[in-house]
């Protein structure tokens, strides 16, 4: 038998983890893989459609993550100082907008009463799904501190 070189193995095992090197570390893809059912919501009033998380997305509550998102406007929610809203889209393309789903927004609450900077930024929380209360977003982050000004 034909003994293998020992750079080979070290080649191989480098061409190996570069797809995991290059893959997406965007959250928000995960987080749109979210499926939609209709069901009567006492508090509304009506049928609304409810979330069914994926594996993925239920693996991630209660875990920190870190999303980069844009700004929602206060206005589109009441102006709130005690929390913000963001959205994997600019605030022209947002779900308020619609020209995306309610999977693409999220809401924030900072661990600090000082709101976040620039219109684009990195935040890094706690977060919580929200698969039944149709008053807060699917999305909640918990604790967020801004870790940079976006990509």
């Not at 508090?43 to 594996?55: G, R």
């Amino acid at each position: 038998m034909r003994k293998i070189p020992y750079q080979f193995l070290i080649i191989l095992l480098v061409l190996s983890a570069l797809p995991l090197a290059f893959a997406s570390t965007n959250i928000w893809e995960t987080l749109f893989k979210v499926k939609w059912y209709k069901k009567y919501s006492e508090v509304m009033k009506e049928e609304i459609e409810f979330p069914i998380f994926s594996p993925e997305i239920k693996a991630l509550d209660g875990k920190e993550i870190t999303v980069t998102g844009y700004l929602v406007p206060s206005e589109m929610y009441g102006g709130d100082t005690n929390y913000c809203i963001i959205s994997a889209y600019p605030a022209s393309n947002c779900f308020f907008c619609g020209q995306a789903g309610p999977e693409s927004v999220m809401e924030v609450y900072p661990q600090k009463k000082k709101m976040f900077q620039g219109s684009k930024f990195t935040l890094k929380g706690r977060l919580k799904l929200n698969p039944n209360d149709p008053d807060h977003l699917i999305y909640i982050l918990e604790d967020a501190v801004q870790i940079g000004s976006g990509q």
